[in-house]
Nanobody
Framework: VQLQASGGGLVQAGGSRRLSCAAS????????MGWFRQAPGKEREFVAG????????TYGDSVKGRFTISRDNAKNTVYLQMNSLKPEDTAVYHC???????????????????WGQGTLVTVSS
């Protein structure tokens, strides 16, 4: 599967942004999807994940209550709605996928087989 993330840009602190990740192929509905981010000089960290049905979601501690992951299997797209953005949310955001039949959402980047190129989100103070 090929992944294309979009929606990044410059936003003021306290603002909102929605990222999209479009996937190619006809088996999108069998993939667990995740969002990761990497800030300059930092490790890539887990942001949010969603099961292949959309019935289960998991969030990183730093974004809980502010970010929401969702998916539209008919459109082969996963979304990340980001609210109450902070300067520390500035990073390149990557979407990732793993083919699975499990409803468990995994948070480790090593579990994801496919990665998009990333989209930059910059939050100004």
């Amino acid at each position: 599967v090929q992944l294309q993330a979009s929606g990044g840009g410059l936003v003021q602190a306290g603002g909102s942004r929605r990222l999209s990740c479009a996937a190619s192929g006809r088996t999108f509905s069998s993939y667990m999807m995740g969002w990761f981010r990497q800030a300059p000089g930092k490790e890539r960290e887990f942001v949010a994940g969603i099961s292949f049905t959309g019935g289960s979601t998991t969030y990183g501690d730093s974004v809980k209550g502010r970010f929401t992951i969702s998916r539209d299997n008919a459109k082969n797209t996963v979304y990340l709605q980001m609210n109450s953005l902070k300067p520390e949310d500035t990073a390149v955001y990557h979407c990732a996928a793993r083919s699975t039949s499990s409803h468990l959402v995994l948070t480790g980047r090593k579990f994801y087989n496919y990665w998009g190129q990333g989209t930059l989100v910059t939050v100004s103070s």
